[in-house]
């Protein structure tokens, strides 16, 4: 199984990432929290992104495939994997076509998530991120991460003036992929409203329906 997941700033993909990865033991490659992990250690990949990210600007391609050439390159990632942020265009897009083989080229499936812009802002403003685990929270929630105990803090390109540029940053260039995975017949999309439980079951029965075909 390999499965990307697409969608806005907010509409769920690493925590719907998350959940399959539990579920199906497959790898979650989330190269936001890849490079978030580059900038805290300053390796130079994160002195490199890191300006980029704070601007809530694209990564150059370059630096990005090389990232995800490697990490799929890796043996955990033999049976499947499950990507959450990237690809991020369609330079990208055509890029991991090339790193894929043959057979996982043809069973990659886009995992739309949709959900109304006003939706995506309501639950941008003030969402906060486990220091230690990436776990994310909506607004309002207790300062301890329930997962793993971690403190709690907003990203710093969580805040708004980034924010709104990574809306038009996807619509712009990421957006476009549904097109290009739907013409492939590649694109599955999700109504990503409602609890996390509730959009993950039909991720599973998405999923499901697109084996059985
Ligand atoms: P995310 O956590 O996926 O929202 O990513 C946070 C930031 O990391 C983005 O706003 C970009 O600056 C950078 N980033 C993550 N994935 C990519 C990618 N595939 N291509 C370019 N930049 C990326």
Redesign the pocket.
Known sequence: MEVIFLGP?GSGKGTQAQKLHEEEGIPQI????M?RRAVRMGTPLGRE?GG??ER????PDGV?VKLIRERIGEPDCAGGFILD????NRA?AEALEEVLGEGERDSLLALHLEVPREEILRRLAGRLTCQVCGAVYPPRDPAICEVCGGPLYQRE?DRRETLER?LEVYQKNTAPLIEYYRKRGRLVSVPAVGTPEEVHRRVREALGAVKAR
Do not use: E, I, N
Not at 30 to 33: A, E, I, P, R
Not at 85 to 88: A, I, K, L, Q, V
């Open positions: 700033p989330s190269t936001g929290d490079l992104a980029y990210m809530g600007a694209l990564v990005m942020g990237f690809p991020r990208q390109d990574r």
